[in-house]
């Protein structure tokens, strides 16, 4: 069983970054393909971005496409989220999430198995 904690989340202004963390521990995370999924009050989860086991692959929803960025370190056990020129609208709560299905990516909330409890951005105007 693999633990996921996030974190980087905070308070930010429209057209700024942050970084978002995902530490796995437990299992090593190099057997997992791992995605970053978000939840905003009246909105359905969403996956915002994933990435295949070794990290050559990559999906990132059409919303957030040409603004964030997905990566992997399997040696540190971490995933990250890399989120540029923020807007409003990518307030939300961001998770981490992981499974061990044997697909090479996977787009849908409810494929992923392991979760993190997720961390605030709220990004301001």
């Known amino acids: 069983q693999v633990q996921l904690v996030e974190s980087g989340g905070g308070l930010v202004q429209a057209g700024g970054s942050l970084r978002l963390s995902c530490a796995a521990s437990?299992?090593?995370?190099?057997?997992?393909?791992m995605g970053w999924l978000r939840q905003a009050p009246g909105n359905r989860r969403e996956v915002v971005a994933a990435?295949?086991?070794?990290?050559?692959?990559?999906y990132y929803g059409d919303s957030v496409k040409g603004r964030f960025t997905i990566s992997r370190d399997n040696d540190q056990n971490t995933v990250y989220l890399e989120m540029n020129s923020l807007k409003p609208e990518d307030t939300a709560v961001y998770y981490c999430?992981?499974?061990?299905?044997?697909?090479?990516?996977?787009?849908?909330?409810?494929?992923?198995?392991?979760w993190g409890q997720g961390t605030q951005v709220t990004v301001s105007s």
């Open positions: 999430a992981g499974t061990r299905k044997p697909f090479e990516i996977v787009v849908g909330a409810s494929q992923y198995d392991y």
């Open positions: 990435i295949s086991r070794s990290g050559d692959k990559t």
């Open positions: 437990g299992r090593t995370l190099s057997g997992y393909l």
